[in-house]
C-alpha cells in the first residue's frame, strides 16, 4: 500500500537555500530600494544586519548554574514599615523567592522608599526567614546608607548565622553620585567608607556580594547599552581596586562585587548586553591573574519604558524584559509593577508583577537551557560589538582617571546626553513605539488605582561640594504624557476635551488610511478625533465641522483628491471658524497654495508629531 506523501520529496531532494538565493528574493521586495534599508542602527551606532550566518566554535556564556532558576525578587517600598512588612510576607508565600528592600533615597526608589531606621527594619523583616534561602537586595542611597548596617544588626540580634544568609547589601556610592549630580566627599575620602563597610560586614560572617556596580543610573537616564556597560564596569573596577586596597586579597574580593543592569523590552539588545556583560568582566578578572568566576547580575525591567497612559502596555514590556533578561542568565530579576510610574503599586499590580516571573520560570521553563542564545549568529556578533565598544568607552573612562573622575569631567553625562537626544527625536517623530502613549492612545481609558501613602521626607543630602551633571531618571513617554495632562485639565475645567475634525474627503478608499493615520496622532496629545463621512461639496464639509463642535480640522485624502479639492476645502473649512487646519500628508508642490487657503500645517508619517501637538496647544492656549 502506498501513501499520499510517497510521492513527495525527501529534505534532501530540496536544493541548498544560499544567502544569494536569499538576496534575490529579497531585492525582488525592495523593488529598487536600498538593501541599506533592512539594515537597522543602535543608539551606539552598532549596525544590526536583516541576517547572519550561524556563529561556529562559540562556547555558552556562563551565568546561572546550569537549569537553576533566577530568584523571582519582589520589590518592597511602602513607607509604612508595617505595610510593607504584610506585602512582604504575602509575597514570600505566593511565589516570589527574594525581596528587593527599596530605601527612601536609593537609586531606584522613584517616588517612595522604606524608612532606613532600626526600628523600621525590624518591623519590615519580621516573621521573615533569612537564614532559609530568601534572598535579600538593597536598594541604598546616601540618606539611606544606614539600611546596610540595621539590616545586619537585625540578623545579630535574631541568632541568625551571617554566613546562611543571602544578601546583597547594595553599596554604591558612585551611583548615587551620577543620580544626585554632586557629592559632599572626593573619592579618595569615599574609599575608607565603602570599604569599611565591605570589611566590616564580610567579618561579622556575611557572604555577599557587598559593592554593587549600578548599571541602570545610565540606562534610567536614557542612556545606551554600550554606556550602561561601561558604567557598570567602572564603577565595578572602581570597588574592586578600593577593596584589594584595603587589604582584601583578590580571590576574595572577586565574590564582593556585583552588578546591576535593566532589561527593556528589545530582546535581543537586552539579551547581548546581559552576556557582554560578563564577558567584559572575565576579562577583567583575567586581567588581574585570576581565574574569572561567573559576575553575580540583578536585573530590574526598566523604569524609562514605563508609561502612565494605558498602564496595562507595561505588562507586555516587563514580561518581554523579563523573558529576555532570564534567558541571558540574570541570576536575580525584580519587575517593576505596571502602575510603578503612577504611585505606590497595589495588591494586583504586585501580584502581576510576581506572576510574570513565575509564569516564565514555572510553565515556560525558561531556566531549564543555559545561555539558549550562544551561536546564533545576531546575538553573538551584537554581543561581541557591544563588548568592544563597552571596553573602549571603560577605557576612556579610565584614562580620565576612573568612574569618580569621569564624572567630574562629564564623560559619561555628554555622552548619555547625546544618547538621550537622538532617543527624544525618534519617540517625538514616533520611530521609535510607546504603545498607548506615542501610538494607539486610548482616550477612554479607565482610571488605574494606586495605594494611597505619604512618602518619607528625607532632609537634604550633605554639602554640595563637588558638583557635576546629574544624571537623573527620566521615562521616555513623559513628554506625550504632559499633553494628555493638558487634555485631561481641559475634560475636567469645560467637560471636554479639545476636538480636531477630520475632514475626509472622497471616498473610504481615499480617506480611510490617513484618516486613521490623523487620529491616532491627535490622540496621542489628548486631542479627540471627531471623525466624518467622505465630502465633495465644501459647503457640506463646513457644515459638518461647525455640528462637530471642534476647534480644529485635518483634512484626509490621497494625493490625487487633494490636488482636486483641498484648497476649496480649506478654505470653506477656515470659512466656518476652523483655528487650526491640518493635511495629513507630505507637503507637496502645492504647499504655497494651500497654505494660503488656510491650511496650518502638514502631519505624516516620520514628522515631529511632538513639535506639531506642542504647538497645537500653544496657538490654542493664544487668545
Not at 555622552?415 to 537622538?422: C, H, Q
Request: charged fraction near 20%; include cysteine.
Amino acid at each position: 500500500m502506498t501513501s499520499a506523501t510517497d510521492d513527495l520529496p525527501l529534505a534532501a531532494d530540496f536544493p541548498k537555500a544560499t544567502v544569494e538565493d536569499w538576496r534575490k528574493l529579497v531585492d525582488g521586495v525592495l523593488k529598487g530600494a536600498p538593501f541599506e534599508k533592512l539594515v537597522g542602527k543602535t543608539y551606539d551606532g552598532i549596525k544590526i544586519d536583516p541576517l547572519y550566518p550561524r556563529a561556529k566554535g562559540i562556547a555558552p556564556v556562563v551565568g546561572r548554574p546550569a537549569s537553576a532558576p533566577w530568584q523571582i525578587m519582589q520589590r518592597i517600598d511602602h513607607p509604612d514599615a508595617s505595610a510593607a512588612n504584610a506585602q512582604a510576607l504575602t509575597d514570600l508565600e505566593n511565589g516570589a523567592t527574594g525581596l528587593a528592600l527599596v530605601f527612601a533615597g536609593g537609586n531606584a526608589a522613584h517616588g517612595f522608599g522604606l524608612e532606613a531606621t532600626a526600628d523600621a527594619v525590624a518591623k519590615i523583616l519580621k516573621d521573615v526567614h533569612l537564614d532559609a534561602g530568601i534572598g535579600l537586595e538593597l536598594e541604598i542611597g546616601p540618606q539611606s546608607r544606614m539600611a546596610a548596617i540595621h539590616v545586619a544588626e537585625y540578623v545579630k540580634s535574631k541568632g541568625i548565622d551571617p554566613g546562611a544568609c543571602d544578601i546583597r547589601f547594595g553599596l554604591d556610592p558612585l551611583a548615587a553620585c551620577a543620580v544626585w549630580g554632586h557629592s559632599p566627599y572626593t573619592w579618595d575620602e569615599i574609599v575608607p567608607a565603602i570599604t569599611g563597610g565591605v570589611k566590616g560586614l564580610a567579618a561579622l560572617g556575611f557572604k555577599g556580594p557587598f559593592a554593587s556596580a549600578d548599571g541602570r543610573v545610565i540606562h534610567d537616564a536614557g542612556g545606551s547599552e554600550v554606556q550602561e556597560l561601561a558604567f557598570a564596569l567602572a564603577c565595578g573596577v572602581a570597588y574592586f581596586r578600593a577593596i584589594e586596597g584595603a587589604g582584601v586579597p583578590l580571590e576574595q574580593a572577586q565574590g564582593m562585587v556585583y552588578a546591576r543592569l535593566a532589561a527593556d523590552a528589545d530582546q535581543f539588545l537586552t539579551m547581548a548586553k546581559f552576556r557582554a556583560l560578563r564577558l567584559l568582566w572575565a576579562r577583567i578578572e583575567t586581567a588581574c591573574g585570576l581565574t574569572p568566576k561567573p559576575l553575580y547580575i540583578a536585573a530590574d525591567t526598566a523604569w524609562r519604558m514605563l508609561t502612565q497612559r494605558d498602564p496595562y502596555v507595561n505588562m507586555l514590556r516587563a514580561t518581554m524584559a523579563t523573558f529576555a533578561a532570564g534567558l541571558a542568565g540574570a541570576n536575580a530579576v525584580t519587575v517593576l509593577p505596571h502602575t510603578l510610574a503612577l504611585g505606590l503599586p497595589d495588591p494586583f499590580a504586585r501580584r502581576v508583577a510576581r506572576n510574570t516571573q513565575l509564569v516564565l520560570l514555572e510553565e515556560s521553563n525558561l531556566a531549564k537551557v543555559s545561555d539558549p542564545a550562544a551561536g546564533a549568529g545576531g546575538i553573538e556578533t551584537l554581543t561581541g560589538q557591544l563588548c568592544d565598544a563597552a571596553w573602549a568607552l571603560f577605557q576612556e573612562s579610565e584614562r580620565a582617571g576612573g568612574a569618580f573622575a569621569a564624572l567630574q569631567q562629564g564623560l559619561f553625562q555628554s555622552k548619555v546626553a547625546a544618547a538621550r537626544k537622538a532617543r527624544d527625536a525618534n519617540i517625538a517623530r514616533r520611530r521609535d513605539v510607546l504603545t498607548g502613549a506615542s501610538e494607539f492612545p486610548n482616550l477612554h481609558e479607565n482610571e488605574t488605582t494606586v495605594l494611597k501613602a505619604t512618602p518619607i521626607a528625607l532632609a537634604p543630602y550633605g554639602e554640595q561640594k563637588y558638583k557635576f551633571d546629574a544624571l537623573p531618571p527620566i521615562r521616555l513617554a513623559e513628554p506625550f504624557e504632559a499633553l494628555r495632562d493638558k487634555s485631561d485639565a481641559a475634560l475636567k475645567a469645560h467637560g471636554a476635551r479639545p476636538k480636531v475634525f477630520l475632514a475626509n474627503l472622497g471616498t473610504p478608499a481615499d480617506f480611510t488610511a490617513r484618516a486613521t493615520f490623523a487620529k491616532s496622532l491627535f490622540e496621542t496629545g489628548g486631542i479627540q478625533a471627531v471623525d466624518s463621512q467622505g465630502f465633495a461639496d465644501p459647503a457640506q464639509l463646513a457644515a459638518a465641522f461647525k455640528a462637530s463642535g471642534a476647534g480644529l480640522a485635518c483634512l484626509c485624502s490621497s494625493d490625487k483628491v487633494y490636488a482636486e479639492h483641498a484648497e476649496a476645502a480649506a478654505q470653506a473649512l477656515q470659512t466656518a471658524g476652523a483655528r487650526l487646519i491640518y493635511l495629513a500628508g507630505r507637503p507637496t508642490d502645492a504647499e504655497a497654495a494651500l497654505r494660503a487657503a488656510g491650511v496650518t500645517g502638514f502631519v505624516f508619517a516620520g514628522g515631529d508629531a511632538l513639535a506639531t501637538l506642542q504647538d497645537t496647544y500653544r496657538r490654542m492656549e493664544q487668545p
